[in-house]
């Protein structure tokens, strides 16, 4: 991993159109600005990590078969027709 | 956000046809599947309105989603203008939302993550799954809490 020291105001780049500044530091927390391409998403760490991890146990599997979807919805169509 | 629909889970059952079928583009895939980013949206016949979302290239890629029109917090999402923006929309009526379902093994009831919706526009068939900072919605909430009754 780089390692780069910097002080607020002070700034990273990263490739053209990525900047990264260091509004604030403290003892404990650090605020970033992160000035990049608006398409490209931007995330928190443990929140991104989360999602992975939601959206990997949200996958269709043998134990999500899709009857466990009855009895939600009143319009759901009779499977004995 | 314009063009709210109150959808009742005693209703008529809405798809929403002109998403389904369709190939929508993820630029970054999802979160856990960033190298997918080709999905459909596929009706579940048996049992409406409930939707499957699935990968295009890998059909062990998919999940159950749910029109958020169906959730009782559907008035009360935020969709910040930088994510709108994302998906080149010129009228809200392009805009779809859906959230992802997915089975508590302990209950086994559905639940969902209400921060973090699929966002799509139905015209240019790209999307996003995004995190909303609201305060206001749950991270695990029952499926059978969520609806509007």
């Known amino acids: ?81 | 956000m314009a063009n709210k629909v109150n959808v009742s889970k005693k209703e008529e059952p809405l798809i929403d046809e002109g998403v389904m079928n369709e190939v929508y583009n993820f630029q970054y895939g999802l979160p856990g599947f960033e190298y997918f980013t080709e999905f459909t949206f596929e009706p579940i016949e048996e049992y409406p309105p409930f939707v499957l979302f699935k990968s295009v290239v890998d059909e062990n890629i998919s999940m159950y989603v749910l029109n958020a029109k169906y959730f009782q917090v559907y008035d009360e999402l935020d969709i910040p203008k930088a994510e709108l923006d994302k998906l080149e929309l010129k009228d809200s009526k392009e805009l779809g939302i859906y959230f992802i379902l997915r089975l508590d093994k302990v209950s086994q009831n559905f639940m969902a993550n209400l921060k973090t919706p699929l966002i799509i526009n139905k015209d240019k068939k790209i999307g996003n799954q995004i995190f909303l900072e609201q305060d206001n919605l749950e991270k695990n909430m029952y499926l059978n809490d969520a609806l509007k009754e």
């Open chain 1, 1 to 81: 991993m780089l390692v780069l020291t910097r002080k607020p105001d002070e700034c990273i780049r990263i490739g053209k159109k990525i900047k990264i500044k260091v509004l604030e530091s403290s003892s404990s927390t650090v605020k970033l600005g992160i000035d990049a391409p608006e398409k490209i998403p931007v995330h928190r760490e443990e929140i991104y990590k989360k999602i992975q991890r939601e959206n990997k146990e949200s996958l269709i599997s043998e134990e999500t078969t899709k009857e466990k979807l009855g009895g939600i919805f009143d319009s759901e169509k009779d499977n004995n027709d």
